[in-house]
């Protein structure tokens, strides 16, 4: 879902053209990944809009069935789908416009704003514009925000988990050289080619399935509305912090000092989830319901 957009190739970081993946070590090579998974006429579909497509749907889904135990209805997280989508894309990509519009937006078509089937999105961006577009709903239909948010936690997890392997297979927000045994390089178009780097589309893959494995098992356990969306932004904010050390798309004109842009805003997002913890810890515990036979 929300997570999805890395929603999608799309952290800040270097913009690069979509190529086929191919492994460094190994006694063989992996089969090349095209970024294109197949035409419709002349439009080609890209797999990372799959991908995200998937984290969308395995996110609300898995939410849906989450939520009834918390006395929300699925209904109601189907919902507020529209919305999330709708601000997650809108912010995702208003930011990576801000942050890369003198290197490839300024004199380009304003058609040019829209293009999003190749990546270009950025998570944090989409992660705010999901959260005021999820309270302006909330707040109109009166619905439970902090059970909500619990709910939509650990999808949020899964949908990004889903959209890193759309990172993946565009070859945006790829890591820095390594020799280690699992470093990958890009094919001749690559930035990187021909250098090894670290798989940290991988990396923050498999961090996020951890992430949403252990959220949706100790959902049952939260002790007050909001703990499970507290540790949520408390996690992934150290989690992007150590993804963001193997990272090597960033510029030096990109970083806020020897911060990555998500390492700065991962600062501002773990202080969030913090205070809204403490705030939490102080309201009515949660009552959870009784698991099914």
């Known amino acids: 879902m929300l997570g999805a957009i890395c929603f999608s190739p799309g952290s800040v970081g270097r913009r690069i053209e979509p190529s086929p993946l191919q492994s460094h070590h190994g006694p063989a090579n992996l089969p090349p990944v095209q970024p294109i998974a197949f035409h419709l006429g002349a439009m080609p579909i890209h797999w990372y809009g799959i991908l995200v497509a998937v984290g969308f749907l395995a996110g609300f889904w898995t939410a849906s069935r989450r939520a009834v135990l918390d006395g929300i209805p699925p209904q109601a997280v189907a919902d507020i789908g529209p919305w999330l989508i709708a601000g997650g894309l809108i912010g995702a990509r208003l930011l990576y416009v801000i942050t890369f519009w003198e290197a490839e937006f300024s004199g380009q078509p304003w058609t040019h704003l829209f293009n999003i089937r190749q990546g270009g999105l950025v998570f944090y961006g989409g992660f705010i514009g999901a959260v005021l577009m999820g309270m302006i709903y909330v707040r109109k239909n009166r619905l439970p925000s902090l059970k909500m948010v619990d709910a939509l936690a650990p999808s949020i997890a899964l949908g990004h988990a889903f959209g890193r392997l759309g990172c993946l297979m565009t070859g945006c927000c790829f890591g820095r050289a390594c020799d280690l045994p699992w470093a990958i390089t890009f094919p ?16 923050e893959s498999v961090f996020n ?21 507290a540790i949520y932004l408390l996690a992934y904010a150290l989690l992007r912090a150590f993804n963001e050390h193997f990272r090597g798309d ?44």
Not at 188 to 203: F, G, L, M, N
Not at 281 to 291: H, M, N, V
Request: proline share 7%.
């Open 188 to 203: 001749r178009d690559h930035a990187t080619h021909p250098h090894p780097v670290h798989p940290t589309q991988i990396y």
């Open 250 to 293: 960033y510029d030096a004109a990109q970083k806020w000092g020897f911060l990555t842009p998500g390492q700065a805003t991962g600062i501002l997002i773990f202080g969030v989830g913090m205070t809204l913890y403490l705030i939490c810890q102080r309201l009515k515990p949660a009552t959870i319901a009784a698991p099914e036979n």
């Open 209 to 229: 399935f951890i992430l949403f494995a252990s959220l949706a098992w100790f959902y049952r356990r939260k002790r007050f509305d909001g703990q499970v969306f």
